[in-house]
Nanobody, 124 residues
């Protein structure tokens, strides 16, 4: 069982930056690929970025590539999402998710555990 807790969301002006963190419980964090998804009002949860279980592969949605960076610190059981040059379209609830031995690829159904989400609001 893995429990995930996101933090770092908030209100930021367009063009600004935020750093999201996702802290994981358990001693097997290093076995999990980690992903960030977001959900604006509506039914769909959108892929944002992911990092493989060994940190060797990172994948980004086209809409955030070059602006967002995903990283992990296995010693702290934490995955980060550094977001820069934020746009109003980036506003959403951001969720982190864990997939055992995840490669960094895959959609929401490929992930086993989810956090509760953190709100990101971007003002224009």
């Amino acid at each position: 069982q893995v429990q995930l807790v996101e933090s770092g969301g908030g209100l930021v002006q367009a063009g600004g930056s935020l750093r999201l963190s996702c802290a994981a419980s358990g001693r097997t964090f290093s076995r999990y690929g980690m992903g960030w998804f977001r959900q604006a009002p509506g039914p769909e949860r959108e892929f944002v970025a992911a990092i493989s279980w060994n940190g060797g592969n990172t994948v980004y949605a086209a809409s955030v590539k070059g602006r967002f960076t995903i990283s992990r610190d296995d010693a702290k059981n934490t995955v980060f999402l550094q977001m820069s040059s934020l746009k109003p379209d980036d506003a959403a609830v951001y969720y982190c998710a864990a997939a055992q031995y995840g490669s960094g690829y895959g959609g929401p159904t490929d992930y086993d555990y989810w956090g509760q989400g953190t709100q990101v609001t971007v003002s224009s």
